[in-house]
């Protein structure tokens, strides 16, 4: 015999109430993923310095053209709030006080992996490419590679190539700015 379980998932408004009430901790690390409630790993050294080092190239690189968020909520949907690692956005004058950025607003999202590589490409890059983000890119820092994801659909990215050092790389949103993918790595 077969039994099934019924599972409860919450909206984006039910989540941020029960960190109102104090069902979820302030400052506990989880995230929304299609109305599930994620534990997010902890943020070793190699990662965060990846991290930094994205922070710094985006600002530095593409200055006044975007607003670049660190480990921000991005609002995909009803039931779906990740926090990439990196989301490079449309700048706006409130720089997202008023809500969190939609997909329309993203240029760019990267996920950090030193311990979630499989996650981040078995289940962020649908989500994400479901919502519409135009380009994802998952620095995956065990294989020493960074994973870049366009041409989003309900089925997934259409494109998804693999770089390594010595090669190039630069947002679609911004083809004059190139990274080596040996100033990504740490």
């Not at 901790?25 to 409630?37: D, K, S």
């Not at 670049?68 to 009803?78: F, M, S, T, Y």
């Not at 809500?99 to 990267?110: A, G, I, K, S």
């Amino acid at each position: 015999m077969t039994s099934t379980v019924a599972t409860r998932r919450f909206t984006v408004d039910e989540y941020y109430r029960m960190a109102e009430v104090g069902i979820l901790a302030p400052g506990e690390r989880v995230e929304l993923i299609e109305g599930e409630i994620v534990p997010m790993a902890a943020i070793g050294s190699r990662h965060a310095g990846c991290v930094n080092g994205l922070n710094q190239f985006f600002v530095s690189g593409l200055g006044g053209r975007v607003l670049v968020a660190i480990q921000n909520p991005v609002r995909l949907n009803r039931r779906s709030e990740p926090q990439p690692d990196v989301a490079v956005l449309r700048p706006r004058p409130d720089r997202y006080a008023e809500r969190h950025p939609h997909p329309e607003e993203v240029f760019l999202l990267v996920e950090v992996a030193d311990t979630s590589a499989g996650y981040d490409r078995g289940t962020k890059a649908p989500l994400y490419a479901r919502a519409g983000i135009r380009e994802y890119w998952l620095v995956d820092l065990d294989a020493g590679v960074v994973e870049v994801h366009r041409e989003p659909s309900e089925d997934g990215y259409g494109v998804v190539t693999r770089h390594l050092p010595g090669d190039e790389l630069a947002p679609l949103a911004f083809p004059d700015f190139g990274l080596q993918v040996e100033e990504i790595l740490p």
